[in-house]
């Protein structure tokens, strides 16, 4: 409550950095809804990717971090442990020996992780139910900040055993490869067979954009073991260490159905794996999908939109482009072309073409019927090498017709990626609880931006907002493109692209803001 | 100097000041120019040399981050740096009147055209702002290996 007295203060003071200035005040609306702390009682796994400043003495450095803390139910941390990559230096796994959250009615709160040194780190949350919740971390003190986007599921009830590991699972590796001293980004998906019992992943596939250039194929055999230094922390929160077509991984289960891994080599690479269901026959429906990477022009690349794949070939295509902050409507797409699909492995690749005949290619792997992971491989003039480096999610479409009556409720957003503001460049991550009323938006929001000089998270910012069925094509109702603009206590409107998944899902994109902003993110319902 | 860069004319003159003020090799001269653009290519590089009029480390030009005007014997044309961090992490300082020259090739981004910087060098000192794929070179990069090194234990 001191915390939400005093950013209340500091809101009213402040306006967010590249933002524009201006705006008008917006009180946080009280809190309201079902949550309280008893809301989030259990182990749960988390994950997040951003940047952290040490010592400041040079600028932020890329770090991601992927553990498992224990909460109470009553306020309290008992518990956990924590793997962290920064910069490509891994650390070793460090306990966590206490700590503490709150949870407001309306689902959002703080989370703080005490190691056994001392030192502690902090996340502003928002729970989506009692299994799982949006992060982001504002860690402050006097000689760190680290800021960076995830998420937090509840594990299955310990002991974990290495057994339930098996079947076939669905991975999305993202970040940069080991290349120095200018790593490149890269983007690692792929299937692969998982046999606890033996503790081996026999066989995969994989498709690598490292640095634009693609590489494909089975993988090596490879292990996922219990981390013979660490056996208490495989019993208790499911860690341990993998080896995946010749990269090392820590990795935590959340259950059976998803495993969260970090790099321990080789650079910087996290993501989820998740136990992939029989592939469809066919490639069919109506999907949204976001990636997020980068290419030449700059470290910031988004694209979101939906297609409808009818087995050889897609329809309906809209796509969204945030290119270095050069954001493009792509409207009249051809070409709609799924040229490989694999029932066996459920990997396909897809492709489409803009009006100027710029071909887009993107290779996927699904994990279910109507979800998967998806990665950009757009051909540039270089054989073998893609024009940009992005990774993302691909979800089928349901619900529609999406109206005030059906997009409506509470719902948790966060959204991450670069902003330029105060003569630099770098990570913004907002995390917010907003309800959605005949489309009007109200709530609350954090935001850590790396751009200020004192690297000093915002809490408690008061939001509102606005979604709008007026796209491009005028029939965003179907699932197609929408707007969302959302409005922070004393800044100027942020304008989004929005293509709804569901009632409780969307996928968005910054669009048409005057500051130079390079953001994604997704609106989850609460439940 | 924004509306300079975003005017049409300006856009058809940097072509016109790029085409003519970087040196150039038969590879360039036999591919269309769409093709040629659109990603990073280490085997199209060329080089600019002029005297920088205005430098911005965060500009609002797409696309994202540093950008100079520099004034070569041919024209004007936007150069892009990459992160400004970079720039400032490695004490390299950018002011109108200087002269540098600029190791990169042109690239573009929607309508715009611009010189996309993979080395700027300004006296004795050269920064690398782009990797040989592109990409953008970050602050974190410039790290020496025991600087990252002590990054270990981070948290």
Redesign the interface.
């Known amino acids: 409550m001191k915390r939400l007295l005093t950013a209340l203060v500091a809101a009213a003071a402040l306006g967010i950095s590249g933002c524009g200035g201006g705006g008008t005040n917006i009180t946080p609306p009280p809190p309201s809804g079902n949550f309280g702390l008893a809301s989030l009682n259990g182990t749960y796994a988390f994950t997040t990717s951003g940047e952290v400043c040490a010592g400041c003495t040079f600028a932020a450095t890329p770090m991601a971090r992927v553990g498992s803390f224990i909460a109470d139910g009553m306020g309290h941390i008992t518990g956990g442990i924590e793997d962290v990559n920064t910069g490509g230096a891994p650390s070793s796994p460090s306990s966590i020996t206490g700590g503490s959250y709150t949870v407001n009615a309306d689902g959002r709160g703080t989370l703080t992780l005490t190691f056994q040194n001392g030192n502690s780190i902090n996340f502003g949350i928002v729970l989506t139910s009692t299994a799982d919740g949006l992060m982001i971390d504002e860690t402050r003190t006097g000689t760190q900040a680290s800021t960076g986007s995830g998420n937090f599921i509840l594990q299955q009830s310990t002991p974990f055993v290495l057994s339930e590991l098996t079947g076939n699972y669905v991975f999305d590796f993202a970040g940069f490869d080991g290349a120095q001293p200018n790593p490149n980004p890269e983007s690692f998906i792929g299937d692969f067979t998982a046999d606890g019992t033996a503790g081996t992943i026999p066989a995969g596939l994989f498709d690598d954009n490292d640095g634009g250039q693609l590489i494909n194929g089975g993988m090596n055999p490879g292990t996922i073991s219990q981390d013979p230094s660490q056996p208490a922390a495989f019993t208790n929160f499911g860690r341990g260490t993998a080896t995946v077509a010749g990269q090392n991984f820590v990795f935590y289960i959340v259950n059976s159905g998803r495993i969260r891994f970090l790099s321990t080599n080789n650079g910087m690479l996290s993501g989820d794996a998740v136990l992939q269901s029989t592939p469809p026959a066919g490639f069919i429906g109506d999907f949204a999908f976001l990636v997020g990477g980068s290419d030449s022009n700059s470290n910031g690349l988004t694209r979101v939109g939906r297609f409808t794949a009818s087995g050889n070939t897609l329809g309906k295509m809209l796509v969204d482009v945030n290119d270095a902050a050069n954001e493009v409507q792509l409207n009249n797409l051809s070409n709609g072309t799924i040229s490989s699909y694999d029932s066996n492995t459920g990997r396909g690749q897809l492709s489409f073409q803009d009006s100027t005949g710029q071909v887009y290619t993107f290779v996927f792997y699904l994990s279910s019927p109507n979800s998967g992971v998806i990665q950009d491989v757009s051909p540039s003039n270089t054989a073998g090498f893609a024009r940009v480096v992005a990774d993302g999610s691909i979800l089928g479409q349901s619900g529609s017709p999406f109206t005030s009556s059906n997009i409506s409720g509470s719902y948790a957003l966060n959204w991450s990626g670069i902003v330029t503001s105060n003569g630099n460049q770098d990570e913004e991550d907002l995390v917010s609880q907003v309800t959605a009323t005949n489309l009007s938006l109200s709530g609350t929001s954090d935001i850590f931006q790396f751009t200020t000089t004192n690297l000093t998270p915002q809490f408690d910012i008061g939001t509102n907002g606005q979604i709008s069925f007026n796209g491009g094509d005028g029939t965003g109702d179907d699932g197609k493109r929408v707007s969302m603009t959302v409005n922070l206590s004393n800044t100027s409107p942020i304008n989004m692209v929005v293509y709804i998944v569901s009632p409780q899902l969307a996928f968005f994109q910054s669009a048409n803001n005057n500051v130079p902003r390079i953001v994604a993110g997704i609106l989850k319902g609460q439940r | 100097m924004k509306a300079l860069i975003r005017s049409k004319a300006a856009i058809v003159a940097l072509v016109i000041a790029l085409a003519l003020c970087i040196s150039t090799n038969a590879q360039q001269a036999t ?1 269309p120019v ?3 653009l ?4 280490i085997s199209r590089e060329s080089f600019l040399v002029g005297t920088v009029l205005k430098f911005d ?4 030009t ?5 950008h100079l005007i520099l004034q070569t014997s041919v024209g004007q044309v936007d150069v ?1 740096l ?4 970079v720039l ?2 490695s004490h390299f300082e950018l002011n109108p009147g200087d002269s540098v020259r600029i190791v990169g090739e042109p ?1 573009t ?2 309508d ?1 055209t611009y010189f ?1 910087a993979r080395i700027v060098q300004k006296g004795t000192q050269a920064v ?1 702002v ?2 040989t ?11 020496t290996p025991a ?9």
């Open positions: 591919q769409a093709q040629q659109r990603s990073y290519d480390s965060a500009s609002s797409p696309p994202i981050g540093a892009h990459g992160n400004g961090k400032k992490a690239l981004l929607g715009t996309a690398s782009r990797n794929r592109g990409f953008l070179t970050t602050p974190a990069s410039l790290m600087e990252k090194e002590a990054l270990r234990g981070v948290r």
